[in-house]
């Protein structure tokens, strides 16, 4: 079955700090990992995803993460925080299935989040 | 707005109640999904919809749960004889197809608060 980790609840970074928001996955087959970041009383914002190809995705606002098949982790990470990131983050996983039309195909599993704090 | 617009955005009802959420995706997205979305925990899955017709339910969509997307356009999600533990943020999201690289859109939520 499908699941995603997201080992830290909470992480805190000064701003101007790099920062690494982690997940880890498990899925049958290769997956499609996704992050989205919530602001309060927000839906979901999409930040970046890995589908094929380069292991290093960038996505919006400066964030990038790294697929690494044999750690089966997508772990978030920035250069250099904002306070504005601080937020609520989600990694998101589904599989490929082999048709456009399947029972789970559509669905994204997603883990428990992790809140971001970057302080002044 | 061209996103994903969900009304009402708070709901606030008493236990035994009924209450129907509305989802209005992007106008040109097939797919529709509903998430739930509880404190402390990340959306999972209701069920979601290609077009109009409804493909897949998650076994967390009780018999008091029932979403119908009529013309393929809007849908709407009802909750029969609400229970306190249905109090949460359910999420709409929309996307033009199945593939991964199309993405989703998610709208804001509405949040029910059953008292």
């Known amino acids: 079955a499908q699941s995603v980790a997201q080992p830290e609840d909470q992480v805190n970074v000064a701003e101007g700090n790099p920062l690494t928001v982690k997940c880890t996955y498990s899925?049958?087959?290769?997956?499609?990992l996704f992050w989205y970041v919530q602001y309060p009383n927000r839906g979901l914002q999409f930040l970046l995803k890995?589908?094929?190809?380069?292991?290093l995705v960038k996505g919006s606002y400066g964030f990038e993460a790294e697929f690494n098949k044999s750690q089966t982790s997508f772990h978030l990470k920035k250069p250099s925080a904002l306070v504005s990131d601080s937020a609520l983050y989600f990694c998101?996983?589904?599989?490929?299935?082999?048709?456009?039309?399947?029972?789970?195909?559509?669905?994204?599993?997603f883990g428990r989040g992790t809140q971001l704090t970057v302080w002044p | 707005d061209t996103g994903v617009s969900q009304n009402p955005r708070h709901k606030i009802t008493k236990r035994g109640q009924n209450v129907t959420f509305r989802c209005d995706p992007i106008s040109e997205h097939n797919r529709l999904y509903w998430y739930r979305q509880t404190l402390g925990q990340g959306p999972e899955f209701l069920t979601y919809f290609q077009n109009e017709a409804q493909l897949e339910k998650s076994r967390l969509l009780s018999d008091r749960f029932s979403a119908e997307r009529p013309k393929g356009s809007f849908s709407t999600l009802e909750i029969q004889r609400t229970e306190q533990g249905d109090s949460a943020m359910y999420l709409c999201?929309?996307?033009?197809?199945?593939?991964?690289?199309?993405?989703?859109?998610f709208g804001s939520g509405t949040r029910l608060t059953v008292v």
């Open positions: 899925v049958s087959g290769n997956p499609y």
């Open positions: 999201a929309s996307s033009l197809g199945a593939k991964p690289n199309y993405g989703y859109t």
């Open positions: 890995y589908i094929t190809g380069d292991n």
């Open positions: 998101a996983v589904r599989d490929r299935g082999g048709s456009d039309r399947g029972s789970t195909l559509g669905r994204l599993y």
